[in-house]
C-alpha cells in the first residue's frame, strides 16, 4: 500500500508533543513492514536547522479567501530510512519562532496557517507519481483534510483515496470564529450542527471525525472515555455517532532511540539481565547532577512532563508535605504554567537535597532521568496515550500511574496476585483524589524495601513490547480495510 501521513509536526524536523513523536516513527515502521509511507509537513524554521533539505520541481497554489498563496515543496528522509518527507514551504506561515504560537499565546492567523497546508497536501499528492490508497490526517491542524477530499478532489486521481483521521488529544480541536469560513472556499451549507459547525464556531477537529472514512486515537480506553460527556470536550455526542469506525490503537516508541542497552546519554547501558548492576550507577549519576544526597536506599521518584493542569500536578501539590517529608527523593524536568513553575521551586527551598528541578525540555537529560529515577509519577487528569511510562518501563523504572487512558491499557497494577503471576509493571489508582494518589504512593514504598519483588517488578516492565511494529502492524490492519471499503465505495457508486 501507499499512504501518506500528514501531520504539522514530526520529529525530527520540528516537536511540541507526541504527534511528533508519532509521525516520525509511525511511517518508518510501515516501511519495514513492506510499505510505502510518505509524510507531508509544514517547512518550519526549525525544520531547516543543521538538516539535509532539497528543494523539489514541485510548486503548489491554494486559495485562501480571495487570493492565491503559492508555496514551494521540499523533500527529506525520515531518519534510518526511505521515508520521504516533503516540507511545505510557505515563509509567510512557517518561517517562525514557534509551531503554533509564541510566549503562550497561539498565532492570530492559525486557522488561515492550517487552512492553507491542508490544501497543500492534497494539492501536492495530486501531482506526486504515485496513488495514494490512504492518506493519514492527524489532529486539529488537518482536521479538514477528509472534508476537502469530498467535497472538492473526488474527481482527481485521489477519488480512490481513503482517510483516517487520528485524535492524538481531544482537548485541542481548532475552533475558529465562524467568517474562518470564508478562508477555507468550503461551501456554508457545511457550517451546521452535524458538520463544521460548533456553537457557532468552526471546528476543524469535528471536521475531521464527521468526514474521515475512520478515526482513530492513541489508546483504546481513551477511545471509550471521548464518547462521554466527561472527557468528550463537548464532542462526545459527535464521537458517539461515529462509535462504529472509531479505533483505539496505542502508540509505540523508539527502541532504537529509547533503549537503556546502547543509550548514549547514560552514566551506564544495562538491559533486562544486567539491571541490578548498571542502574545504580545511573541513579547515583543523577543524584549527583541534581544535587541530592546520595543514597541508593532512598526511592527516587521522577517526573517528565509538560507543566500543565491535564499532568495531575493539583494532587501532586495537594500531597507534597507527606510525601517529601518521607525518604524520597523527586527530580522534576519540563516547562509549562507558571503556577507549576513558582510550586516545584517552592518545592526546592523547603525540601532542600530533596527535589532536583530543571524548568525546560531536555531531551538528553531525560534519558538520564528514566535511566536513573526508580519511580515514574504519572498522576494525569487524563492522558490519551502517554510515552513516559512506555519509556519508564523500557528503563526499569517502575510507572506510578492515575488508570486513564493510554496509562490505564499499558500498565498492571501491582497487586499480589498480578505480581506472583508475572503480570504487573507499575502501580495505580482510579479516583482523581490526592487521597487515591497519596495510597498508591504508599503501596509503592511498601513494596520498595521487599527488594526480590520490587526487582521482580521492574524486570516485569522492561520485558514488554511497545515498540512501533507492534502498533504499525494494527495500523497496517486498519488501513486495508479502508482501502477495501474505499473500493466497494467507488465501485458501487460507478455508472452502470
Same mark, same amino acid.
Given at each position: 500500500?501507499?499512504?501518506?501521513? @500528514?501531520?504539522?509536526?514530526?520529529?525530527?524536523?520540528?516537536?511540541?508533543?507526541?504527534?511528533?513523536?508519532?509521525?516520525?516513527?509511525?511511517?518508518?515502521?510501515?516501511?519495514?513492514?513492506?510499505?510505502?509511507?510518505?509524510?507531508?509537513?509544514?517547512?518550519?524554521?526549525?525544520?531547516?536547522?543543521?538538516?539535509?533539505?532539497?528543494?523539489?520541481?514541485?510548486?503548489?497554489?491554494?486559495?485562501?479567501? *480571495?487570493?492565491?498563496?503559492?508555496?514551494?515543496?521540499?523533500?527529506?528522509?525520515?531518519?534510518?530510512?526511505?521515508?520521504?518527507?516533503?516540507?511545505?514551504?510557505?515563509?509567510?506561515?512557517?518561517?517562525?519562532?514557534?509551531?503554533? =504560537?509564541?510566549?503562550?499565546?497561539?498565532?492570530?492567523?492559525?486557522?488561515?496557517?492550517?487552512?492553507?497546508?491542508?490544501?497543500?497536501?492534497? +494539492?501536492?499528492?495530486?501531482?506526486?507519481?504515485?496513488?495514494?490508497?490512504?492518506?493519514?490526517?492527524?489532529?486539529?491542524?488537518? #482536521?479538514?483534510?477528509?472534508?476537502?477530499?469530498?467535497?472538492?478532489?473526488?474527481?482527481?486521481?485521489?477519488?480512490?483515496?481513503?482517510?483516517?483521521?487520528?485524535?492524538?488529544?481531544?482537548?485541542?480541536?481548532?475552533?475558529? /470564529?465562524?467568517?474562518?469560513?470564508?478562508?477555507?472556499?468550503?461551501?456554508?451549507?457545511?457550517?451546521?450542527?452535524?458538520?463544521? %459547525?460548533?456553537?457557532?464556531?468552526?471546528?476543524?477537529?469535528?471536521?475531521?471525525?464527521?468526514?474521515?472514512?475512520?478515526?482513530?486515537?492513541?489508546?483504546?480506553?481513551? @477511545?471509550?472515555?471521548?464518547?462521554?460527556? %466527561?472527557?468528550?470536550?463537548?464532542?462526545?455526542?459527535?464521537?458517539? #455517532?461515529? *462509535?462504529?469506525?472509531?479505533?483505539?490503537?496505542?502508540?509505540?516508541?523508539?527502541?532504537?532511540?529509547?533503549?537503556?542497552?546502547?543509550?548514549?546519554?547514560?552514566?551506564?547501558?544495562?538491559?533486562?539481565?544486567?539491571?541490578?548492576?548498571?542502574?545504580?550507577?545511573?541513579?547515583?549519576?543523577?543524584?549527583?547532577?541534581?544535587?541530592?544526597?546520595?543514597?541508593?536506599?532512598?526511592?527516587?521518584?521522577?517526573?517528565?512532563?509538560?507543566?500543565?493542569?491535564?499532568? #495531575?500536578?493539583?494532587?501532586?501539590?495537594?500531597?507534597?508535605? %507527606?510525601?517529601?517529608? $518521607?525518604?524520597?527523593?523527586?527530580?522534576?524536568?519540563?516547562?509549562?504554567?507558571?503556577?507549576?513553575?513558582?510550586?516545584?521551586?517552592?518545592?526546592?527551598?523547603?525540601?532542600?537535597? *530533596?527535589?532536583?528541578?530543571?524548568? *525546560?525540555?531536555?531531551?538528553?537529560?531525560?534519558?538520564?532521568?528514566?535511566?536513573?529515577?526508580?519511580?515514574?509519577?504519572?498522576?494525569?487528569?487524563? +492522558?490519551?496515550?502517554?510515552?513516559?511510562?512506555?519509556?519508564?518501563?523500557?528503563?526499569?523504572?517502575?510507572?506510578?500511574?492515575?488508570?486513564?487512558? =493510554?496509562?490505564?491499557?499499558?500498565?498492571?497494577? &501491582?497487586?499480589?496476585?498480578?505480581? @506472583?503471576?508475572?503480570? @504487573?509493571?507499575?502501580?495505580?489508582?482510579?479516583?482523581?483524589?490526592?487521597?487515591?494518589?497519596?495510597? &498508591?504512593?504508599?503501596?509503592?514504598?511498601?513494596?520498595?524495601?521487599?527488594?526480590? $519483588?520490587?526487582?521482580?517488578?521492574?524486570?516485569?516492565?522492561?520485558?514488554?513490547?511497545?515498540? /512501533?511494529?507492534?502498533?504499525?502492524?494494527?495500523?497496517?490492519?486498519?488501513? %486495508?480495510?479502508?482501502?477495501?471499503?474505499?473500493?466497494?465505495?467507488?465501485?458501487?457508486?460507478?455508472?452502470?
Amino acid at each position: 500500500m501507499n499512504i501518506l501521513v @500528514a501531520a504539522s509536526e514530526a520529529v525530527p524536523f520540528a516537536k511540541t508533543g507526541g504527534l511528533a513523536d508519532v509521525a516520525g516513527a509511525l511511517p518508518r515502521a510501515i516501511e519495514a513492514l513492506g510499505h510505502a509511507a510518505t509524510v507531508v509537513m509544514p517547512c518550519y524554521a526549525d525544520a531547516r536547522r543543521g538538516r539535509a533539505i532539497a528543494p523539489t520541481d514541485f510548486r503548489v497554489h491554494v486559495p485562501i479567501g *480571495k487570493k492565491q498563496v503559492a508555496a514551494d515543496v521540499h523533500c527529506a528522509t525520515l531518519p534510518a530510512s526511505d521515508v520521504t518527507v516533503y516540507l511545505i514551504d510557505q515563509p509567510d506561515y512557517f518561517n517562525r519562532n514557534g509551531l503554533y =504560537g509564541e510566549k503562550g499565546k497561539d498565532y492570530q492567523d492559525n486557522c488561515e496557517r492550517f487552512v492553507f497546508f491542508t490544501r497543500a497536501v492534497l +494539492e501536492l499528492a495530486r501531482q506526486l507519481p504515485v496513488e495514494f490508497d490512504v492518506i493519514h490526517a492527524n489532529d486539529w491542524q488537518t #482536521g479538514l483534510l477528509p472534508v476537502y477530499l469530498d467535497e472538492m478532489y473526488r474527481g482527481s486521481r485521489l477519488r480512490n483515496t481513503a482517510t483516517l483521521f487520528t485524535i492524538h488529544n481531544l482537548a485541542y480541536q481548532g475552533r475558529f /470564529w465562524h467568517w474562518d469560513m470564508l478562508l477555507t472556499g468550503l461551501d456554508w451549507r457545511l457550517f451546521n450542527w452535524r458538520q463544521l %459547525e460548533f456553537f457557532g464556531h468552526l471546528n476543524m477537529l469535528k471536521g475531521g471525525i464527521v468526514f474521515a472514512d475512520a478515526i482513530s486515537t492513541v489508546s483504546r480506553q481513551y @477511545a471509550s472515555e471521548i464518547q462521554t460527556p %466527561e472527557f468528550g470536550c463537548g464532542l462526545d455526542g459527535v464521537l458517539q #455517532g461515529r *462509535k462504529a469506525d472509531l479505533r483505539g490503537i496505542v502508540n509505540g516508541i523508539d527502541y532504537s532511540v529509547w533503549n537503556p542497552d546502547s543509550d548514549p546519554q547514560i552514566a551506564a547501558t544495562y538491559n533486562d539481565d544486567t539491571f541490578v548492576r548498571g542502574k545504580p550507577i545511573c541513579k547515583e549519576a543523577l543524584q549527583r547532577e541534581h544535587r541530592l544526597r546520595v543514597t541508593p536506599e532512598t526511592p527516587l521518584f521522577a517526573m517528565v512532563t509538560r507543566l500543565d493542569d491535564q499532568k #495531575g500536578l493539583d494532587l501532586v501539590a495537594a500531597v507534597a508535605e %507527606e510525601f517529601l517529608s $518521607s525518604d524520597v527523593q523527586l527530580v522534576v524536568l519540563g516547562t509549562g504554567q507558571p503556577k507549576y513553575h513558582a510550586m516545584f521551586e517552592e518545592f526546592t527551598r523547603r525540601f532542600v537535597g *530533596k527535589v532536583g528541578l530543571s524548568l *525546560k525540555f531536555d531531551e538528553a537529560q531525560a534519558h538520564r532521568i528514566y535511566a536513573g529515577a526508580d519511580i515514574l509519577l504519572m498522576p494525569s487528569r487524563y +492522558e490519551p496515550c502517554g510515552l513516559n511510562q512506555l519509556i519508564s518501563l523500557r528503563y526499569g523504572t517502575v510507572p506510578l500511574v492515575r488508570a486513564t487512558g =493510554g496509562l490505564a491499557d499499558t500498565i498492571v497494577d &501491582c497487586t499480589p496476585d498480578a505480581l @506472583a503471576a508475572g503480570a @504487573a509493571t507499575g502501580f495505580a489508582f482510579e479516583p482523581y483524589t490526592s487521597a487515591a494518589l497519596l495510597g &498508591c504512593v504508599r503501596r509503592a514504598l511498601g513494596l520498595w524495601p521487599q527488594r526480590e $519483588s520490587w526487582l521482580r517488578l521492574v524486570h516485569n516492565g522492561m520485558r514488554q513490547d511497545w515498540s /512501533w511494529t507492534r502498533s504499525a502492524i494494527e495500523y497496517v490492519k486498519l488501513y %486495508e480495510q479502508l482501502r477495501s471499503r474505499r473500493a466497494e465505495t467507488v465501485l458501487s457508486t460507478a455508472p452502470h
